[in-house]
């Protein structure tokens, strides 16, 4: 084929390609109108919070060079010395007992509370599913006051909490409780809401009231999903718990931040390395446990 | 068909037993699992010293502080509490932008179909999934002691946070991509580059555009407590006000907070359902 064979070109052709053109203009145009929204929001937002490109620019150097003083002092040699050589594995993890204590103590702290505040959700999800609620008002009410405690940061509860309740971890088992409560409640509402409804009209025709559909007719069903939202928090809660230490609500947060704010450099990796192990082990073993519950659910589909 | 007699009932029941429900050994461990969870329970509530008169005590406590967060007022000082809100806001933003930019040729880098070394892909996934286990507000504390006080250790500790999950997130819309049309731009003589550009990126965009303001929501909640240590924002603002007991100020920047959050929410939702069509 070759530029002989084009034929003229018919005008419904040149109206396809002049349509064609306009709508590519159109978007084009559009898209230059969002990316010049989008440049005045990052000129805006640089401006309120004093952050210009040229002051990021300056303050890298100085955090390649924080961060690059926390990183441990290996020395080859004497890495497998005992604690008390400079420059060994030991050495850098000198205070491991008492570190992992923390971090011990900091987990059953953030599984007291999922379980108090899943507690919560659960006890509020079945109001706070609009086609189970019981009566319009309550589920205005619950979905408000379960959005209220979502809404409210965690470290906020801990702040008023550490006045209310003195400084230690019930304070911070206390924010923990009223965040899960809230985060979990709408997840759970929202697999309640999900549930199918003939269970529940089987209860019904059988005589039951509103506690028995509920515990017949939809728990059975979304128990699983309860359990996985449940393992899901946890892990999202030891995360959270290792930093309401900063304010005085107990965990390893005390520790971390007098480690960060004594700019004791080794000891602030020494720590991360620890929490983070400690959570991604409990990440692997939260995924595998709601694998087998899914499939256990899976399973008992097929019936 | 006829009942079967309870002889033949107690035959099946010998020959099944786990037909019939669990058995006793099966029950015995249930009751020693459930035994052992509440006595573990115990063991935390006594640990954590949940005594009944120090929760009694920490309740009256809550409650005059209750009593004196109504009515909630802004203060004197209430241009500087707007600031504050405003500064957390624009922190979430620019940490939130940061984020996503650099997030985007990490994802390429994380996702199995760009990088095909199984052994590369796996210690990236990995590395973002450990990033991960690290809270916004240890990052903020770490950024304050380098580049000190202010929002810049709140935007770094935002951005920081986030660009391991948003990689993580945009390496998995990336896989999840539709094959077809990269193949398309191949079979048409398209260049690696041309490919990406016309085969991949119309699908994952508005995915990425998606879970980055997914990630704004959630950093503005997040922003207004990165103050708490100093990077910034409105943090600072409610940590000294609940220090000097000002509680119907703290009330205010709460209510301040919720309201923020939820404006924000509106309209990130209003965009996002633009973006990526109703669902």
Known sequence: MSATAIA???????????????????????????????????????????????????????????????????????????????????????????????????????LLGTLFG??????????????????????????????????????????????????????GILAIILHTAGANGKLFAEVAENAETRTMEGVRAAGGNWFHRMRFGVLPQVLPNFVSYFLLRFEI??????????????????????????????????????????????DLLSERMRRNLSSGTQMAGAH | MTMPTPQQVAALR????????????????????????????????????????????????????????????????????LKGMAESVAMAFLGTFIAAIIAVPLGFAGAGNVVTNTLAHFSIRRLFDGFRGVDQLIWALTYVRAVGLGPLAGVLAIATADIAVLSKLYAEAIENAERRQAEGIDAVGGSAVLRTRFGLLPQVLPVML?????????????????????????????????KVRHWDEVAFIILLMIATVMAIDFISGRIRRALIGAR
């Open chain 1, 8 to 110: 003229p070109r018919s005008a419904a052709v040149e109206r396809g390609e002049a349509a064609f053109r306009e709508a590519r203009r159109i978007r084009r145009r559009a898209t230059l109108f969002y990316l010049v929204i989008l440049v005045i929001c990052l000129l805006v937002a640089a401006d309120i919070s004093e952050v210009y490109i040229g002051t990021l620019i300056d303050g890298l150097p100085r955090i390649f060079e924080y961060f690059w003083r926390t990183m441990p002092s290996f020395r080859l040699e004497v890495f497998f010395a005992d604690w008390e050589t400079e420059g060994s594995f030991a050495a850098w993890m000198y205070r491991i007992d008492k570190w992992l204590w923390l971090i011990f103590e900091t987990s059953q702290m953030a």
């Open chain 1, 118 to 171: 899943s507690m919560i959700s659960f006890a509020l999800c079945f109001v706070a599913a609009k086609n189970l609620s019981p009566a319009p008002w309550a589920y205005l009410v619950a979905r408000r006051f379960l959005e209220f405690l979502r809404t409210v940061p965690e470290i906020v509860f801990a702040l008023i909490f550490v006045w209310a309740f003195g400084i230690g971890p019930l304070a």
């Open chain 1, 237 to 282: 809660n030891v995360r959270g718990a290792s930093v309401l230490g900063f304010v005085g609500a107990g965990g390893i947060g005390e520790e971390l931040y007098h480690v960060i704010a004594f700019n004791y450099y080794e000891e602030i990796s020494a720590l991360l390395v620890l929490i983070i192990l400690t959570v991604a082990t409990i």
């Open chain 2, 14 to 81: 010998r020959r099944m037993p786990r037909a019939f429900g669990p058995t006793a050994a099966t029950r015995g461990l249930r009751a020693l699992a459930w035994a052992a969870g509440l006595a573990w329970i115990g063991f935390l509530l006594w640990w954590f010293n949940f005594a009944p008169e120090r929760i009694w005590n920490g309740l009256s406590g809550l409650g005059t502080i209750l009593v004196l967060m109504v009515p909630p007022s802004p203060g004197e000082l209430w241009l500087e509490i």
């Open chain 2, 210 to 242: 998606a879970q980055a303001l997914y990630f704004f929501e959630s950093n503005v909640r997040s922003a207004s407590v990165l103050g708490v240590v100093g990077a910034g924002g409105i943090g600072l603002q409610i940590a000294e006000r609940i």
